[in-house]
């Protein structure tokens, strides 16, 4: 159990910050970047010494690189006797993890879209076989008949004002040799 007394100095806020700084690639070291760490160090620990000793160990432990504030909150959020004392969590899965899932779902999605495609094509079958047509997919089809022939007749209608305007509009003259073959 943490003991409350144990509260944090200066020096130990500076020694924390030049192990991290010694220890973890990437870790910021300019005035800016050292006062903002410092004070979120501060809010996150609630300033007990104790949460930053097991904070700082653990952040040389795993952090294999630098990634931000977050990752020392991450840490925090994990603990099981620590907890970040200005109540801010995070999402404690790893970028791998959050990929993962983001890929789960995207196959998710392909294979809600399969399976309908593949009802669509067991109605159409069935349709073949014996002919008798679902009121529901004849429904379907005919709004994306539509649609089709709306996007085709909106395809035509561009052809056909893109051929307009590429039509001259001055009215021909033949030039004069083709005028005299015709005249003499």
Same mark, same amino acid.
């Given at each position: 159990?943490?003991?409350?007394?144990?509260?944090?100095?200066?020096?130990?806020?500076?020694?924390?910050?030049?192990?991290?700084?010694?220890?973890?690639?990437?870790?910021?070291?300019?005035?800016?970047?050292?006062?903002?760490?410092?004070?979120?160090?501060?809010?996150?620990?609630?300033?007990?010494?104790? !949460?930053? $000793? &097991?904070? *700082? %160990?653990? @952040?040389?432990?795993?952090?294999? =690189?630098?990634?931000? +504030?977050?990752?020392?909150?991450?840490?925090?959020?994990?603990?099981?006797?620590?907890?970040?004392?200005?109540?801010?969590?995070?999402?404690?899965?790893?970028?791998?993890?959050?990929?993962?899932?983001?890929?789960?779902?995207?196959?998710?999605?392909? !294979?809600? $879209? &399969?399976? *309908? %495609?593949? @009802?669509?094509?067991?109605?159409? =079958?069935?349709?073949? +076989?014996?002919?008798?047509?679902?009121?529901?997919?004849?429904?379907?089809?005919?709004?994306?008949?539509?649609?089709?022939?709306?996007?085709?007749?909106?395809?035509?209608?561009?052809?056909?004002?893109?051929?307009?305007?590429?039509?001259?509009?001055?009215?021909? $003259?033949?030039?004069?040799?083709?005028?005299?073959?015709?005249?003499?």
């Amino acid at each position: 159990m943490p003991d409350p007394k144990r509260s944090i100095q200066p020096a130990d806020i500076t020694r924390c910050l030049e192990v991290m700084t010694a220890l973890i690639p990437f870790f910021p070291v300019g005035d800016a970047a050292v006062q903002v760490i410092t004070a979120e160090l501060l809010a996150m620990t609630g300033g007990s010494l104790d !949460a930053l $000793e &097991y904070l *700082t %160990k653990t @952040a040389i432990n795993t952090l294999k =690189r630098w990634e931000g +504030i977050a990752s020392l909150r991450e840490i925090l959020t994990q603990s099981a006797t620590f907890t970040p004392a200005d109540g801010g969590l995070v999402d404690s899965r790893t970028r791998e993890q959050r990929l993962a899932e983001a890929e789960q779902a995207h196959h998710n999605r392909l !294979a809600t $879209e &399969y399976e *309908t %495609k593949l @009802a669509e094509w067991k109605a159409e =079958r069935a349709l073949q +076989i014996t002919g008798e047509i679902d009121p529901s997919a004849e429904r379907e089809n005919a709004q994306l008949r539509a649609d089709i022939e709306r996007h085709a007749s909106n395809a035509r209608l561009r052809r056909i004002t893109t051929a307009m305007d590429s039509v001259d509009p001055e009215p021909y $003259e033949a030039p004069a040799w083709l005028k005299n073959l015709t005249n003499g």
